[in-house]
C-alpha cells in the first residue's frame, strides 16, 4: 500500500522555490483566511442533486480541496466526481475543503460536517497540513490532529484515505524529517489507503500554478485527479 516517499524527494526543491517567491507564510495565510469559507461559495458539492448517488464521497481538506481562485466545476470535488462517474461510478463528492484550515482546525468542524450530511460517507478523503507548513507548526501537533480525525472517522465506521503533503527544506532537515513520515505512519498504523503527495505532477510545473505560486490552477487540478483517481476507484471496490 505504501509507496517509497523517497521518490518525491526531487519535489521539495521546488516547494522552496514556492515558499520563496509566493506571499511570506504569514501573508498567504492572511490571504487564505479572508476566504475561510471559499468551499461554501465555489461548489463541488452537488447537493441539489433529485437523485441521491450510491457512493458518498467527502474531501474534507484545505484551500487544495476547496478550489481556491478557481470556477465552481474546477476544484478537487467536482473535478473527482466528474473523473469518477466517467469510469462508471454512481458519486456524489461532497466538498468540504475549507481555506485556511490547519489540521486543528479541520479537527475541531470534523464531527460537524459528518453531523450535517445526508448520510454516512463511504468514503472521507482526508488532505491537511498545507497550512500547518505554512505556520511552521510543531510536526508533532500535526500528526495529533491527523490521528485524531482518522480514528474519529474510524470509530464513526467510515473509510479514510490520506494524501500527503511534504515539508519544504527551507524549514529545515529535522523538521522536515519529522513531518514527511506523518502520513506514510499513520497510513501503516490504521491499515488506509494512501496518496503520498498530493501535488505530485504539479509541482515542478510553475504554468500549472495560480499566480500566488501555491494554488493549482484548472489544469493542475486535471493531472492531480488524473492520478488520484485509480486510487480511489481501488479503495471504492476494496
Known amino acids: 500500500m505504501l509507496k517509497n516517499i523517497i521518490s518525491y524527494g526531487f519535489t521539495l526543491a521546488f516547494l ?14 492572511a490571504d487564505l483566511e479572508d476566504v475561510e469559507m471559499v468551499s461554501t461559495e465555489t461548489g463541488g458539492d452537488q447537493t441539489a442533486e433529485a437523485k441521491e448517488a450510491e457512493i458518498l464521497i467527502v474531501a474534507f481538506g484545505d484551500s487544495l480541496y476547496a478550489g481556491y481562485g478557481l470556477d465552481q466545476k474546477e476544484g478537487f470535488a467536482p473535478e473527482l466526481q466528474a473523473a469518477l462517474t466517467t469510469v462508471g461510478k454512481d458519486v456524489r463528492v461532497h466538498n468540504a475543503g475549507v481555506s485556511g484550515d490547519t489540521t486543528a482546525a479541520g479537527l475541531r ?56 503533503m511534504l515539508a519544504p ?65 481501488e479503495v471504492l471496490e476494496s
Open 16 to 29: 522552496q522555490l514556492l515558499i520563496a517567491c509566493g506571499p511570506a507564510p504569514e501573508e498567504a495565510q
Open 109 to 164: 468542524r470534523m464531527d460537524f460536517v459528518l453531523d450535517s450530511l445526508s448520510r454516512k460517507p463511504d468514503l472521507v478523503i482526508l488532505g491537511l497540513g498545507g497550512n500547518d507548513l505554512l505556520r511552521g507548526l510543531k510536526p508533532a501537533d500535526t500528526r495529533d490532529n491527523m490521528e485524531a480525525m482518522v480514528k474519529k472517522l474510524q470509530g464513526r465506521g467510515i473509510s479514510v484515505m490520506l494524501t500527503g
Open 169 to 233: 527544506p527551507n524549514l529545515g532537515a529535522v523538521f522536515s524529517d519529522e513531518f514527511n513520515v506523518i502520513y506514510p505512519a499513520l497510513a501503516q498504523k490504521y491499515d488506509i489507503a494512501l496518496y503520498p503527495f498530493f501535488m505530485e505532477g504539479v509541482v515542478g510545473h510553475p504554468d500549472l500554478f495560480l499566480p500566488d505560486g501555491l494554488h493549482p490552477t484548472a489544469k493542475g487540478i486535471d493531472i492531480i485527479v488524473g492520478k488520484i483517481v485509480p486510487q480511489v476507484v
